[in-house]
């Protein structure tokens, strides 16, 4: 990217801002008179003050030339002429530019120490009473104080809009927090993580020994452990972590355990012969999503005989013939308060599904179906013939703060322990995907008595977010789990679907391309690849699918490289939507965001609201939440307010304002991680190299079965039979498998002690 310009000058109008995110239009005036259009995030800039900027200049169709200000600092007027410029703009209440030249003539230089130490002779100017003077001086103060205070953040390298929410958290004890303890702010800031408040710390001069930087460091390298699907870390790769991450020893973090474990910060079990640190509120909701599954498994009384007759009229009446793993299945869920069941592509999930949705229903009872993910939950829909929902379109998430960058994501769901969901049954597919946040929330919404029926690929990658739910509840044994592991006919006519199967064997399949739905094509070369990429999404197989480009996924194992998902994008966007006088285009980030680009949302933004045109309604829906995985068209850009309006795949359409844009990415090719839950027309692989524990069989198998119609392998064979043969996965550390082997009798009282 182009290195950044430097302007600097004084803010003569304000001609737009967005109260909400600070999103500004200004007309800057340089010391050379020029007027300059400057645009950015600059809610605590008021007119008159002195602004210098770094960031870009940029050509709007409508509007003609603008800087796009990236970096700001405000300067505390000093000289006589600034002075009465920043007066003169209206900025204190009361004050306007014929009394502004009075108070400066009378005052010069001094303007600012006499309102801020001697108000009162403001009234020595004429016009100014002695109660205006006071009132003069309290509006001087509010804006003073909080200019000073950003001021003052500013050298710490904090950008306006943070150093805003860091004021309006603490006002004039902001300069104290800074001083004494600025780690705080990471838990009482949105947006203010570790490595921001360890900044602030080293430039104040805060010894990096300190015990508030060894504490936050801890909670922080948890955090991180978190974010790589971890629900705990033992006690020694803990040490380990925190002192590499802190250059300390390993002793002073040892010795700030205690101090966190006495203040509920954290938690200490040994388990296992190891001692593992948690961060308390994960180990709480892993301990209580124990609980209440033990408290749903239910057991119902039913008739053998009578259950296998009803099953029987099902399959007569809809043309089915269950396979006995298939049945048994059906049965189980029938008896059993909660269930799991398992099976790879083939397998005839769906079917069985269907056949419980008919029991169900023919007993007059109420079934909400849902999945992690929009396209989880269209598919599902489209194969049970009922409306599937994403799991918090069914909690009914109601806003809240947004995942900050200490990963603690604060979900707000008004389906809850409190007011639960109104039916008897649940019914979530692609339960592989569900983190443990996710899942505590789905269970506090289930009143005792719901049937939890959990259907997933435990074959599948992890989930994004922390734990291993799907595959601790089948290794806990405790509770009824069939896997469906015979292939039907149908599915056999599919070598994408069969393939799959032979890799979760261990067999490398076969890939000389007398398949009609699965190809490789042999390449060594990066450039080769890549080329051959943008062939196949752009030329070769829309028409061979059926589908347009921008239907066509590309999956990769990593972000970064020559074959990463960054490189990768900037490629095919080129290709497939390519730039030109008719397509309105941003910056984001280190890219470019550019109208009818595929887009996918990076983090989960529960305030973010959307509307809803659904086919055949006259009525739109609307609401808040879109969520990390989500992918839509950016179908319209406004330069004028830099605003972003996004089309996701489900009609949403949400509306992203200037600091906001960095959430979307372009999603012409994602990580094999994000397309979870996901099913594509066709799907392109590219496979050169990648570290060991990334390129192996779960990942393979998952990228291959996002497949509908082709799998388009490209790369190199050797590369494919390693992973296919590499079964180490990265380790996760979670209990959820221990918590619900626990004695329900003990467990009960371990919530409750941990609980207050």
Known sequence: MESLESIQGSVEHIIYRNPDNGYTVLNLVTEDGDEIILVGMLQAVEEGIELAAEGRFVYHAKYGEQFQAEKCAIHEPTDKESILRYLAAGSIKGIGPALAKRIVKKFGEDTFRIME??????????????????????????????RRAMIFL????????????????????????????PYRMTEEVEGVGFKTADDIAQRGG????????????????????EGEGNIYLPKEELLQEAAALLAVEQEAVEEQLADLAMNRRI????????????????????????RRLMDLDLKEEVHEKELAHEIENIEHKNDIVLADEQRKAVEEAVVNGVFVMTGGPGTGKTTTIKVLLRYFLSKGMDVMLAAPTGRAAKRLTEAAGMEARTIHRMLEVSGGPQDNDNNQAIRSFARNQDNPLETDVVIVDEMSMVD?????????????????????????????????????????????????????????QSDIVMNAHTVLSGQVPAMDNKSKDFFFLNRNDPDQIMEGIVYLVSKKLPPYVQAAPSEIQVL???????????????????????????????ESGDGILRLGDKVMQTRNNYQQEWNQEIPGEVLKRSGTGIFNGDTGTITEINRET????????????????????????????????????????????????GPELLMNRNLFYTGITRARKCVMLIGRRDTIEHMIGNTREQIRYTSLKDRIIGSQGDLIGEISNEMQ
């Open 436 to 492: 443990i946040w996710l899942f505590h929330s789905l269970l506090s919404a289930l009143a005792v008595g719901t049937k939890l029926i959990m259907v997933g690929d435990e074959h599948q990658l992890p989930s994004v977010g922390p734990g291993s739910v799907l595959k601790d509840i089948i290794s806990s044994g405790c509770f009824k789990a069939v896997s469906l592991n015979r292939v039907f006919r149908q599915a056999e």
């Open 117 to 146: 130490e001697e108000p009162e002779r403001l009234a020595e100017v004429k016009g100014i009473s002695m109660n205006k003077a006071q009132d003069i001086a309290l509006s001087f103060e509010e804006k003073t104080g909080m």
């Open 154 to 181: 500013q050298q710490y390298g904090i950008s306006n809009r943070l150093a805003l929410k860091i004021y309006e958290k603490y006002h004039e004890r902001v300069y104290a927090v800074v001083a004494e303890n």
């Open 267 to 290: 938690v200490v079990k040994n388990e296992h012969d190891e001692s593992r640190i948690y961060l308390k509120s994960l180990y709480q909701v892993e301990l209580d999503s124990a």
């Open 642 to 689: 830099g605003t972003v309006t996004v089309r996701f795949d489900d009609n949403r359409v949400a509306v992203y304002q200037p600091g906001e844009r960095s959430e979307l990415d372009l999603a012409y090719a994602i990580t094999i991680h994000k397309s979870q839950g996901s099913e594509y027309p066709a799907v392109v692989m590219p496979l050169l190299s």
């Open 206 to 225: 805060i010894d990096r020994h300190s015990d508030f930087r060894i504490r936050s460091g801890v909670l922080y390298a948890l955090t991180l452990a």
């Open 556 to 586: 990769t194992p990593m972000r970064k490289g020559v074959l990463g998902v960054e490189n990768l994008n900037r490629r095919l966007q080129n290709a497939l939507n390519p730039a030109s006088p008719e397509k309105a285009e941003v």
